[in-house]
């Protein structure tokens, strides 16, 4: 292991561990997510430039009822692509 000298300036005596960013609207956990399902949520990713997790967040929430927001333009244009692409 290769070991480096830490710059004296620096006070952590007071320093924690943990999330940089506290977020307490949201709770990490883990989950088991089939391969396929995971590839799918990336490559939207690339397509809509959110985060999968976010995507991830998306569904769940539409799929429980609390997709209660109001739909962009921008998801609805997408929408309709999608819907005629599978005509």
Same mark, same amino acid.
């Given at each position: 292991?290769?070991?480096?000298?830490?710059?004296?300036d620096?006070?952590?005596?007071?320093?924690?561990?943990?999330?940089?960013?506290?977020?307490?609207?949201?709770?990490r956990?883990?989950?088991?997510?089939?391969?396929?399902?995971?590839?799918?949520?990336?490559?939207?990713?690339?397509?809509?430039?959110?985060?999968?997790?976010?995507?991830?967040?998306?569904?769940?929430?539409?799929?429980?009822? =609390?997709?209660?927001?109001?739909?962009?333009?921008?998801?609805?244009?997408?929408? =309709?692509?999608?819907? =005629?692409?599978h005509?």
């Open positions: 292991m290769k070991s480096f000298d830490m710059n004296p620096y006070d952590l005596t007071k320093a924690r561990r943990g999330a940089v960013v506290s977020r307490p609207e949201k709770n956990i883990t989950i088991w997510i089939d391969n396929d399902i995971l590839e799918a949520y990336r490559s939207h990713e690339e397509k809509t430039g959110k985060g999968y997790q976010t995507l991830v967040n998306e569904t769940l929430r539409t799929a429980i009822g =609390l997709g209660d927001r109001p739909v962009t333009e921008e998801a609805l244009r997408r929408i =309709l692509r999608e819907g =005629l692409a005509q």
